[in-house]
């Protein structure tokens, strides 16, 4: 019989699956449009889809037994790290708009996760071009510019 995942991850999982339900339930009160023209509420409402499904799985899933306990200082570092960084996160979004700010949230939090530096990097510029084309241009959704106009 395999082991069953510690209570400490089934506590998140079961936060994440609460967090995805009160995403779902506040994307519901924007507007979903048409398949023509998706209102607002469309991305958050997939997004907490998929993050339901995400801690549902993590939550009746099983560990393997040969998979070990991450290191407890590095692990809590990592954790501490994105945890700050999405704390100033919104702070940043006011100051140097949202470019610059998410760039500097998936770099900061791929370099905790141990990612190397030019892979974090790509990850960071290729996500914000991508969520700048899929809201900015192909949802017409402003972004935060912030100061310095980005």
Request: glycine share 10%.
């Amino acid at each position: 019989m395999r082991p069953r995942r510690s209570g400490v991850a089934r506590l998140v999982a079961l936060l994440l699956l609460v967090t995805a339900a009160t995403f779902a339930a506040a994307s519901l009160q924007l507007s979903l449009g048409t398949t023509q023209k998706p209102g607002p509420g469309v991305v958050p409402l997939v997004s907490a889809v998929f993050l339901g499904l995400a801690a549902v799985t993590a939550l009746v899933g099983r560990r393997r037994a040969d998979e070990g306990e991450p290191p407890a200082g590095a692990a809590a570092r990592a954790v501490l790290v994105v945890a700050a960084l999405v704390l100033v996160y919104p702070a940043a979004l006011a100051w140097f708009g949202f470019s610059i700010a998410t760039v500097a949230l998936v770099w900061g939090a791929a370099r905790a996760l141990d990612l190397p530096a030019r892979p974090a990097a790509l990850l960071a510029v290729g996500a914000v071009g991508v969520s700048v084309l899929l809201f900015r241009v192909a949802l017409d959704v402003p972004l935060p510019t912030g100061l310095v106009g980005f």
